[in-house]
């Protein structure tokens, strides 16, 4: 449980580590869109050299950007044997009585697995990782200025973000510290059918949701101790402003992205 990536932040000083907030949660939402509208082996190729690259220049120690993945990899795994059995296409490549297996089934069962790598690597690397949850704030809110014509509480909005991340791992941490105190009162977790495992789950979910509860009513009286009345006349110490390499990446992005998704509509490549 450890693993999880959101919400943590690994200090390295890397050039990902400098970069403006904004821009990176810009780059962010381009890979986001580029992995899914991919469609193209050039292209797929593109996105995981692109993945293995932002791991190589946040110099992220490779071991703990692996066991970020470790969370996902049942969804990963389950994602991967739906496409290969259920996928049909023209080539057949296994057939033993029901079971019938395509090689479009195998290409769309890689190419889903490369999705969700980069995505998570994307996501992480150039979100929470590389970010402070302060930074992060600023540049949420930031980029939500315009909709405060319309009203929206966007401080609110992009505080109630920030916290939501910056308590996944303290939460994580109180769930472990739960299930070793079970552990030690004879709780067993492993074993027996699917439904009592379940409802072994029950004396971790009450316990962690009041203890939930608690650290936010917590924080809650810690901010108005503090005179916290939202972002009005808010100043902050560190003020947010584009660099010339900043632009330099949005634009590697932009360009990025639109030379890997053209491969879709010039044929280059195998397209699914």
């Keep these: 449980m450890k693993a999880i990536a959101f919400g943590q932040y690994y200090p390295t000083g890397s050039i990902l580590h400098r970069l403006d907030p ?15 509208i991919c469609k193209n082996v050039l292209g797929f190729a593109l996105l995981l050299i692109s993945a293995i690259a932002l791991i190589l220049i946040s110099r992220i120690p490779l071991g703990t950007v692996l066991r970020s993945i470790r969370p996902v990899l049942l969804i990963m795994l389950f ?36 999705r969700i790598f980069v995505l998570i690597i994307g996501m992480s690397m150039l979100m929470t990782y590389t970010t402070t949850p302060i930074m992060l704030t600023d540049a ?7 909709l405060k014509v319309l009203h929206v509480p966007v401080h609110e909005f992009a505080m109630m973000m920030t916290i939501a991340l910056r308590f996944i791992p303290t ?17 067993d977790f492993t074993s027996g059918s699917l439904i009592s495992r379940a409802k072994a789950l029950i004396p971790i979910l009450v316990p962690l949701f009041a203890s939930a509860f608690r650290r936010a009513e917590e924080l809650a009286t810690a901010m108005e101790c503090r005179c916290y009345h939202g972002g009005e006349g808010r100043t902050r110490m560190t003020a947010l402003r584009y660099r010339a ?28």
């Design 22 to 36: 904004r821009a990176k949660i810009i780059i962010a939402l381009l890979y986001v869109i580029c992995s899914f």
């Design 140 to 146: 949420i809110e930031r980029l939500l200025a315009p």
């Design 171 to 187: 939460l994580v941490e109180e769930t472990e510290k739960i299930m070793a105190a079970q552990k030690a009162r004879g709780a």
């Design 79 to 114: 994602t991967m044997i739906i496409n290969i059995f259920l996928t049909r296409g023209d080539t057949v490549l296994v057939e033993w009585r029901f079971v019938h297996i395509y090689a479009e089934g195998i290409y769309n069962a890689v190419f889903m697995m490369i």
């Design 245 to 272: 390499g900043d632009f330099v990446w949005l634009l590697g992005a932009l360009l990025f992205c639109a030379f890997a998704v053209g491969c879709n509509y010039f044929g280059i490549g195998y397209t699914l």
